[in-house]
């Protein structure tokens, strides 16, 4: 039986791994950081939307099941440097600080995932020049109990839970000036949620998003949407941030307020970014490696989106989950499966 290898260990790659063990075929994992769980476990996801379920109750149990299953060989810390032949008889080079080994594959699934948009590039919201504006995968690291605050929301500046907080929407999403006018799919639930975290732990702590719209179309969103305005409290603005300025030590944001069609200006101690998901260097390294398409924004071009959409434009090479755009878990998990089926078909032939 062939084996196949896929690059990349984040909830899709294991998803797909593990699947494809099942149904009895060789998996090699190559990932290129040194643990599992892509961006889930690299900025330690403590709740997840829009259950606000433990991260770990549902990334654990896919991880264990790549790390239990003695048909999948995984290479961590790696990287695939070269790749020749064609489907179903491919030649693969893994690189690692131990050496390189060449091997032979049937198929390759490609799940790279993402990147987290570089707000640095928004100089006028201050991320990097004003420390207590930080990011959403920040405030997921300070929300763990596990991370660097132990749990707790902490102004890096000195150390003291905010007050009143503020969350940008849509931060190098739809937005033309930096070349990403796609939506990143998960902004708006994340910070509904994250809002609510932090509504349940500070009940006199006041938390304001300003957005664009509210994109609420997943399972569970807009009850949650319902839940974070009526049991929470948390105050909506419709209205894009515009800028962030620093007076006397205190943050101050000015936006423009879209339904009554009027500036606001308001004094906060912390804020926070929903920055979007952009292609990753790893999806941009692996694409370039295999000889596949790209979109626009860097992000993989499937054979066909309607119809093959796990395929890429060669044969025998498929992608999956966030490579191909922003995604949430829930259908990465249902990405991996369905890549695997894809695979497992393709090899039967
Ligand atoms: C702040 C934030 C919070 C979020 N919270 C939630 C939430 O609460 N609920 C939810 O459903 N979704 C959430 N998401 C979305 C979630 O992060 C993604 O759905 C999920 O991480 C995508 O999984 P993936 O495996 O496709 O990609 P990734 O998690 O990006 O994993 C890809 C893996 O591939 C590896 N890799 C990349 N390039 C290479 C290469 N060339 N060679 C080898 N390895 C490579 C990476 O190191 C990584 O381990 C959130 C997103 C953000 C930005
Ligand atoms: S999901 Fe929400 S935050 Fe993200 S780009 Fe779309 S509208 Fe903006």
Redesign the pocket.
Known sequence: MKTVLV???????LKASSELAEMGYNVTL????DYLG???AK?K?YK??PDLRLAGEVIDPVIKAVENNSNIKVYKHS??AAVSGNAPEFKAKIKNSKGESEENFGAIVV????E?FDPTVKQEYGYGRFKDVVT??EV?EMLNPGGPTNGELKRPSDGETPKKIAIFQCVGSRDRQVGNPYCCR?GCV?ST?QAIEIKEKYPDSEVYVYYMDMRMFGRGWEELYGKAMEEYEIIFTRGRGAEVTLKNQQLSLRAEETIMDRPIQHSVDMIILA?G?AA?E??I??ANVLGIKQNDYGFLEPKDDFVSPNESSKPGIFIA???KGP????N?IVEGAAVAAKVASSLKN
């Open positions: 690059i990349g260990g984040g909830v899709t790659g190559v990932e290129k950081e892509g961006q889930v900025h996801y997840l939307a990287h695939v799940a790279t995932g993402f987290h959403n995968a997921e998960v994340v949620k920055a998901m990753g790893g999806t390294e692996a989950g966030a490579d995604m949430d878990i829930e990465c």
